[in-house]
């Protein structure tokens, strides 16, 4: 082990570096405004006292910033700071540490004071400190610091030492130039991925764009998704998404239902993508122009909604690509193409990329084209069609070469798959990911896959965005139909996740048949046909999504998921958590009966100290579902829930009642 | 990001790789023979199936030993293998993963001829596969795959086609050849250093050599200390450690109980090593010469005692060093050399070394040449005292630096202090550490430890020797004084940790009486004085010792730590753990009553299952401290533990009764 002049001299250990993912091989993730709060391990071989730093930078920046670190409590060698990452894109942190002689020295002298054993060479080492710091130092510190180290070794009267050694201002002047030769710095830098705020808080609602049409059995178009808008603009969500939108394949056409033979007049499936007209750039002509597609975005702009794009990385066998590129899809010994199996079922009406092609880079600059495309029509959320069934470098590499350049854009993964999978590709970049929440209805699998998500490293990097349906997903407990079940599901997205979605007018219209029962499949799929809603229908849960979206957009203690806690309650049916905001100001208990059928009933019992509740004064619970007030007192509280009425309570927890003593007349 | 023309098309991850210390930064430990498990993380984009392997080498050798690794269960993406660590020293592993196309074409082949849609193409695909692994194949296998790859081209007859495609030979041979063009390899390479068996499974006996002379108030020699092993040896120990043998420091020489101030004829510290006869490699005259500690080792190693030695890396004033390296100690302005100090108290007997000296490699490798010097006498095992008050990076450097040229070198370290840095000093390298078992009484805080230290990835690095008391250590639990208080602490060490140690005879004599009160002082402690002691006392625990060693002796299952499981027991005084060997065969419950005063008892209840007891016969439990034997049936069996008899109980299990079919005449 060759070592160099200082390193042997490095005495500061530096571990255990947080917020990080696999040791700082992928970024975490933040949004702009957040505080990172960063901490590590650092301590020294026997009683020198120590100083740490933080340094942080937003990724290009010259200079780093630095910000003191502080100690998190004697004996845990835990140290902590924090900074903010104002605005978007990157940022890199590193930390620092040294052994702090000077520190060390003030505090051994504090010590030998009050012990009355201070002696006079205490002091000259103090001034040999202090006469080294003046070199570092600049302008009038460096001359002030030679002064006072003077003035130590010249003082003969020792209340006078004592006095001039102690003093506050001494001490601060010595920190601002500590003696760093022998700094140790983290053997690596960590990165930050910093997000617009919609990454973390975002309802997002998915609807059928050729599904629009006033007049029934008519291809909606463009001015009719516009037309949709307001009605999705009033319940409240903040992202509308679309299943993609481009030519679809005529060769192998997919009928109703999944038929595998289509009849002249089905439209085929909007993920068999690409025809003569054109492949992922292109615009389905039935829906419209580039211009109305503009048109559109411009209109979802003005009510506050942000458009999201279905990017579904395969090709129909009718995609221009197949014939312009034909090494990007694997040959077969019969000079075919290679169609997507998963065998021995075939799906022949789409061609997967091949990952291993000789010409990988030119592909990988296409599909990058692709999003840059989009982009340059003002969209920035991308939500991705089975990533997992490409390769891992693709997106390791088009992710931050996308986010270089837009670092507002973000990418939804749309992969149902296993979680070492899913959770890779949240590491590579993805920005929100799906998850098994479709699939979670009990108080135990709920508490702990929500706990998983926002109570452990996962959360650093993979943001959950929970959807209760998709048009791949009705689940068989929706398939049991009916208001409670529906609502049970939207409460907990919506509450559970501060980014969820629905897909809609399915879901407010409790759409419900599957094809086949043990199947997930829609009867009669928007898939693969068009549908006309009836978005009037009087049963709609229109008014209830519009209600809870209005409570999230209110209640920043739903605009986040790292604060969960679950809460007890001794009936398995009943399900209780709460969230608060950054600055605890806000607090929301929410409780949801899992039991779609019955009235369910308990004690729910609240951790009041934990929470901040005052064990000595009632509390006020708001039911801001329905208005409805609740005076509690104490921990153990009873609960309700009718699911034939409402099968939750979203509750704004008021900490405390105000008494006479709370106001301003009293004194 | 630049991308080389490979990996874009590196298509598998590999993460989490296991067994790791702060991924890969330091080694895991290991002891001679042992089976490593080494498991990570594998996975692709989409359904292509995989292959992967471990590579494993001795550092230094050429080649690296690759062992096919096997999934460890279906939705898992967790793969693993196994190796053995044969030899003392260093090794290294790391793990590849690709896309095997030839497994995935062979697997899904099974699925298309099990529902007969298997086609002419299949073939041809596998065909070429079987052309491709023909030209990475050599000799006789090379033709051999060419030939069946014709044959597939060519055969007509679908049965045959199939029988010839799914032939197991045929699979065999093509794993042979993979195609391991866009292999992932993992980001590094991990360590494993491998000791002696003693480092995992060890029984240390202190005692301090100038208290063996026969005739008391005379300075033992080493040819007392001669006379006293085999005392040692039919105790059942392995390890025999002396405190400091070498000359002590004259100038602020410690007088008896620690007193600041010695009279003519107090002997000193050991620990203020240094005088004008010598330091670190000198031996005090007192106790003899060279030759006369040689033979002591000889004898030792004749009776299976290893030798180990204390290490102090600290001078007395008048230690030879003081004045040769001057710059190796720290002056202060008034030219006096800075003796430790923990302000308001002193040290003046001890200076610590400068590891900021500008000399500070020339003093690393003197420092180094004391271990150099005594390994050349044939000790290879030191305990090092307060290695947490000397620089990390001497250590980080030292220890690796002398285990290349002796692997069987082991170290103790000797650090009472913060956890972090405790386990930063095992990482970096010590082979053992002291922990904090002196002070774990209760049954809640000794799970909690143990469960720590052996279930947790601190098992991968730090080695638990747990001591009851050292010279330093007389915990106010063994002040109470008594042979069920030490009994107690002597099974719980004995069986808690595969590597235990005892400071005697102040141990087996119950030496029991503080300085003071509150403090962990023995009065009159060896530290400062020669001791004699009646080895022959009626009273002594020797015959305990010995007998619980023998069972650790011959029993496999309490030499190793991380197989432990405490089981439930009703009654908190009293704690119930089990230990097995590695292949299972030995399986050892431990009962301890933690009360000293009373006697406890209650229900003990054992996971039949998990412990592979059948639950439908009756098993036996031999309590190997007195011979006892016990049926017992089902879970819950009753216990009763009186500490003026003995304070537990050590059963040996034997799973199951034999009933007349265990026996040959039954058929």
Known sequence: MALTEKEGRKRVVIEGITPAVDDGRFPVKRTVGDRVQVEADIFTDGHDAISATLLARREGAKKWIEIPMQTMGPGTDRWSATFRVAE?????????????HFVTWHRDLLKRIAAGTDAAVDYMIGADLLAAASERAAGRDASWLKERAELLRATAIATELRTQATDLKLFEAMLRYPDRRFVTESDREYSIVVDPVIARFSAWYEFFPRSTAAEPGKHGTFADCERRLPYVAEMGF??????PIHPIGVNFRKGRNNNPVSKPGDYGSP????AAEGGHKAIHPDLGTLEEFQSFVKKAKELELAVALDIAFQAAPDHPYVKEHENWFKKRPDGTVQYAENPPKKYQDIYPFDFESEDWKGMWEELKSVFDYWLAQGITIFRVDNPHTK???FWTWVIPEIKREHP???FLAEAFTRPKVMYRLAKVGFSQSYTYFPWRNEKAELTAYLTELAQTPVREFFRPNQWPNTPDILTEFLQAGGRAVFGIRLLLAATLGANYGIYGPAFELMEHEPVKRGGEEYLDSEKYEIRSWDLDRADSLRPLIARVNEIRNSNQALQNDWSIKFHACENDQLICYTKESPDGGNLILTIV???PDNTQSGFVTLPLEELQIPADR???A???LTGTRYLWNGPRNYLELNPAKLPGHILRIQRKLKVETDFDYFL
Chains 1, 2 share one sequence.
């Open 238 to 243: 903040n992202v509308v998404y679309l299943p």
């Open 271 to 274: 993920w068999a993508i690409g």
């Open 391 to 393: 390769a891992f470098p």
């Open 622 to 624: 708001e039911d801001l």
């Open 618 to 620: 009632g509390y006020e």
């Open 593 to 595: 009966n899992l039991d």
């Open 408 to 410: 507002e854009a973000l």
């Open 88 to 100: 978007l894109g990157r940022y890199s942190f590193k930390v620092q540490g040294w052994v702090d």
